[in-house]
């Protein structure tokens, strides 16, 4: 049936006319194509609102890794100097007991 009406099969695709309403099937797929895909369309737009979050959420994990380095730093300088405090406390304490233990020797 369609090829009995060649010209109206053209128009149902590609109709020229100037109303949009009336436009073919084939240039109301096309204008709906590009308003997809077009350079403002709306998938190349959310691509490029992904790509900037991509960016953005590289540069906060950035930010945090080097918080975590810091504070590794920082800790790890803490746990050396409370170590070696606790190294003196233990020979001050082994130094008491020895002296405490002559003395009682002593005064005993």
């Known amino acids: 049936a ?3 009406n060649p010209t109206g099969l ?15 099937f084939g240039r109301k797929m ?9 350079v403002n369309g709306l998938v190349t737009g959310r691509a490029e609102a992904l790509k900037n979050s991509v960016t953005r959420n590289t540069k906060e994990q950035d ?7 810091r504070a590794e730093v ?19 304490n082994a130094f008491v007991t020895q002296q ?7 005064t005993g």
């Open 74 to 92: 920082r800790l790890l300088a803490q746990y050396n100097a409370m170590d070696a405090a606790v190294g003196k406390l233990n020979g001050l």
């Open 30 to 38: 096309d204008a709906f194509a590009d308003g997809l895909l077009g």
């Open 100 to 106: 405490i233990s002559l003395w009682n020797k002593n």
């Open 10 to 24: 053209k128009a149902l695709f590609s109709a020229t006319s100037t109303d949009p309403a009336s436009q073919g």
């Open 2 to 4: 369609a090829l009995d």
């Open 63 to 69: 930010k945090v890794v080097d918080r975590a380095a």
